[in-house]
């Protein structure tokens, strides 16, 4: 059974660089099956999608963040990482990170999130 | 980008009804639909993709059924464990992969 687990400050400041980190457990990233995503839920609100990477670090981003977006992935680790500059509150969520079955488009499987809040 | 509404945005239940959720697309999706759910502090669960497709270990009681624009998902027989919020999720036209608001699903 595939689990994921995010990690990182749960404190930036505006205009820092938010970075979260992913490990992967119960699987292998070497698949052309799944791809490896980020998504975030400010509180109280709903899902917006941020972008993905696959295990040959292909990425594709939300056109509304892709400017200050960079997902990594590092296959050896078993973990893919989230960059987010320049933030802003408008920044302060929950993120999750997720696996995305290239097959039927959706999130299988989901780590269980990390508040994130952007505040001097 | 696709643009998801869903409604009702809260629905107040007794255990035992039978539930409908909607789910309506700004464009044709055909099926590349699927359904979360997610209960308080917890991460979304995948119930359905494909628009009808159960995920693994989901109960029978879940249903889905649309396609296009207009997509239903239906809870026979509502249990305790299943008031949370629902969300739908296109992924037709991507990206961005977009979610609907929600539907809060709350115990009468």
């Known amino acids: 059974q595939v689990q994921l687990l995010e990690s990182g400050p749960g404190l930036v400041k505006p205009s820092e660089t938010l970075s979260l980190t992913c490990s992967v457990s119960g699987d292998s990233m070497n698949s052309g099956t799944y791809y490896w995503t980020w998504i975030r839920q400010p509180p109280g609100r709903g899902l917006e999608y941020i972008g993905y990477?696959?295990?040959?670090?292909?990425?594709n981003y939300n056109p509304s963040l892709k400017s200050r977006v960079t997902i990594l992935v590092d296959t050896s680790k078993k973990q893919f990482s989230l960059k987010l500059s320049s933030v802003t509150a408008a920044d302060t969520a929950v993120y999750y990170c997720a696996r995305d079955h290239t097959y039927h488009g959706s999130f299988d499987h989901w780590g269980q999130g990390t508040l994130v809040t952007v505040s001097s | 980008e696709i643009v998801m509404t869903q409604s009702p945005g809260t629905l107040s239940v007794f255990p035992g009804e039978r539930v409908t959720l909607s789910c309506r697309a700004s464009?044709?999706?055909?099926?590349?639909l699927a359904w979360y759910q997610q209960k308080p502090g917890q991460a979304p669960s995948l119930l359905m993709y494909?628009?009808?497709t159960r995920a693994t270990g989901v109960p029978a009681r879940f249903s889905g059924s649309g396609s296009g624009t207009e997509f239903t998902l239906t809870i026979s027989g509502l249990q305790s464990e299943d008031f949370a919020v629902y969300y739908c999720q296109q992924y037709a036209n991507w990206p961005p992969k977009t979610f609907g608001q929600g539907t809060r699903v709350e115990s009468k």
């Open positions: 464009q044709s999706l055909g099926i590349n």
């Open positions: 494909d628009a009808s």
């Open positions: 990477v696959s295990y040959t670090g292909s990425t």
